[in-house]
């Protein structure tokens, strides 16, 4: 079974940055693509970015474009969400997510195991 555990969400003000982990554990880590995705109250879960097994591969939300970068370290089975200039509409719980490594993709139906999440509050 594989687990993902998130952290680093927070209050932050319009503008600044936060950084969020996600380390996973029970299977190769390798083996998986992986997802951050954001839901806002009364929203549905939005894809957010996505990185290929070997970090060689990436697609971001328009949305973030620009301010947020996601990466990964095979050896520490870890992936990250470097977000900048963050704004309010950013606010959000944010989750991890593993799809298999033969998926590259920005649907959450597709990814098959889920952390549990992160708050991410921006003021303005």
């Known amino acids: 079974q594989v687990q993902l555990i998130e952290s680093g969400g927070g209050l932050v003000q319009a503008g600044g940055s936060l950084r969020l982990s996600c380390v996973v554990s029970g299977r190769t880590f390798s083996n998986y693509n992986m997802g951050w995705f954001r839901q806002a109250p009364g929203k549905e879960r939005e894809f957010v970015t996505t990185i290929n097994w070997s970090g060689g591969r990436t697609a971001y939300a328009d949305s973030v474009k620009g301010r947020f970068t996601i990466s990964r370290d095979n050896a520490k089975n870890t992936v990250y969400l470097q977000m900048n200039s963050l704004k309010p509409e950013d606010t959000a719980v944010y989750y991890c997510?593993?799809?298999?490594?033969?998926?590259?993709?920005?649907?959450?139906?597709?990814?098959?195991?889920w952390g549990q999440g992160t708050q991410v509050t921006v003021s303005s």
């Open positions: 997510a593993a799809t298999s490594r033969l998926l590259f993709t920005t649907r959450p139906d597709q990814y098959a195991y």
